[in-house]
């Protein structure tokens, strides 16, 4: 039995640099990647690190939204570059970084960071970058500092391919309203994740929600999000298991994993990537959880808000993770 | 529009799959809880996914230390809660796994990540008090001080006594390695 990522490069910097390159890959809408840094910045200037696909170096053509949450201080920006992580002179930061290719062809990349870590000062970013341009699949990556040589020695970047069994996948190809996804049995020991990609082409902007075992009544579960667009950051809490969100003409990506928890409880933790088709996308975590609990999940559904609000090319890809 | 699994895959056990290498389910309450005879190099990738209870009518966290260094100071743990519409954030020279939490429940996940350098990262996402309409949304990004160069045990210590309570789980996973 092989191990859920499967380490597909493993690079240690031994002598400083400004770029460090994965090539020879073959990354399609199929997969999820999962790039593992460890950044030095042993210089005395801060940097930035950029991510590029495909040798596609114009740093204009991606966009990055993010936020940072430093002791008591949060805040949000967004810029137009490929910016997945920043260390400061002399510090050193981490980063977890999925790599999706959306079955649009636009690459998504979300990033979670511990910066200065080893420190007091400590702090965390989130950075979630879109290209512009459509890929059918990526064959490279590439991670550059911006001010020179800041991939100090030690540095380390780890890319792992999911390799673990897909037990569903769905593209759409005539809009529709729910989805069911049924035979399923996710029991306490079970790990599950659902990819899902959500083309909203409708004229309305539309939620999407999890529902479990037939269990269609939406307030028998509860919602809380973070959210961060341009430099506003918000949060709220709702009556119904939101797993994503699109606004009419726009498309999203989450990553969100699912769980029956000890106590029998139905939860979801999704990590969203909205309007990716766009300059303007915006970062949303939600956390959903039932009111009622389960022993097991035998059946999914997912649900638009919006009748046919499950647009053409939307797709979802379920991962039996344990 | 109902989609069935792909029959030709068996779902008893995934053939590609997170190792599971320590589960605990608490059947007596306890204060702490301990995974000895681990092997955590810097070249894995671990996820530790946690059910805390509490039952008691008393608020408790869980601390979250690494080889048998249980000194709060040896860490540091920068937090977003979000709760309802409110935000707030902060950094504390502690190790923190969980959420304060007064009889009720916590789940969350834990990346666990021995760095090159030899300091230990977690990124957290907790929901609080999650089956409960107050449900809340903690994201924990914690630093050792301290290097090492393998992860032999992890100890999962409430504030309190016995804050551990029945029903509480603790699932450790190997996800990825060299």
Not at chain 1, 224 to 231: A, M
């Amino acid at each position: 039995m092989g191990i859920a990522y499967a380490l597909i490069s493993d690079i240690t910097v031994g002598v400083a640099t400004t770029s460090i390159s994965f090539s020879g890959l073959n990354i399609t809408k199929d997969d999820d990647y999962l790039l593992v840094t460890d950044i030095i910045n042993s210089t005395a200037t801060p940097s930035d690190y950029r991510i590029f696909i495909n040798n596609n170096i114009t740093t204009t053509n991606y966009y990055t939204q993010q936020y940072y949450a430093k002791s008591t201080s949060i805040a949000s920006s967004r810029v137009n570059s490929s910016v997945f992580m920043g260390n400061d002179q002399s510090k050193k930061g981490s980063s977890f970084v999925k790599i999706k290719l959306c079955n649009s062809g636009y690459t998504v990349i979300q990033s979670e960071i511990n910066r200065n870590y080893g420190e007091s000062s400590n702090f965390t970013q989130n950075e979630h970058i879109v290209s512009t341009f459509t890929s059918s699949s990526i064959t490279d990556i590439t991670v550059t500092s911006t001010n020179s040589l800041s991939i100090s020695v030690g540095s380390r970047f780890m890319l792992y391919k999911l390799v673990a069994t897909k037990v569903s996948d769905i593209i759409i190809g005539s809009a529709v309203t729910n989805i069911d996804i049924t035979g399923l049995e996710i029991y306490k020991n079970s790990e599950y994740m659902l990819v899902s990609d959500i083309s909203n082409s409708s004229a309305t902007d539309a939620s999407y929600r999890l529902l479990i075992n037939g269990n269609t009544t939406v307030t028998n579960y509860y919602m809380q999000y973070l959210s961060s667009s341009s430099t506003s950051t918000s949060s709220g809490r709702a009556n119904y298991p939101e797993f994503s969100w699109s606004p009419s003409g726009y498309r999203s990506s989450a990553l969100t994993r699912l769980k029956l928890s000890n106590s029998g409880y139905f939860t979801a933790f999704s990590e969203i990537t909205r309007k990716y088709n766009s300059t303007t996308l915006e970062i949303q975590s939600e956390i959903l959880s039932s009111t009622f609990t389960s022993t097991n999940i035998t059946q999914i559904r997912i649900s638009s808000t919006i009748t046919n609000g499950i647009g053409i090319g939307s797709r979802f890809q379920l991962y039996k993770l344990k | 529009m109902s989609f069935l699994l792909n029959p030709f895959i068996s779902y008893g056990v995934a053939s590609n799959s997170y190792e599971l290498i320590y589960d605990a389910v608490i059947s007596s309450s306890t204060t702490s809880v301990t995974m000895s005879g681990l092997t955590i190099s810097k070249s894995d990738e671990y996820l530790l996914i946690t059910d805390h209870v509490n039952t008691l009518a008393s608020p408790t966290y869980c601390a979250l230390y690494f080889n048998n260094n249980t000194t709060p100071t040896n860490y540091y743990n920068q937090y977003i809660k979000a709760s309802g519409t409110s935000i707030v954030t902060g950094i504390s020279n502690l190790s923190q796994l969980t959420s304060y939490i007064t009889n009720n429940k916590n789940f969350l996940y834990t990346k666990i990540k021995l760095l090159n350098s030899g300091y230990i990262i977690c990124q957290t996402d907790n929901a609080g008090v999650y089956p409960t309409s107050l449900i809340d949304s903690f994201k924990f990004y914690m630093t050792s001080t301290f290097t090492t160069s393998s992860i032999t045990s992890i100890t999962i210590t409430s504030e309190i006594t016995n804050g551990i309570s029945v029903g509480s789980r603790f699932q450790l996973y190997r996800i990825g390695r060299v």
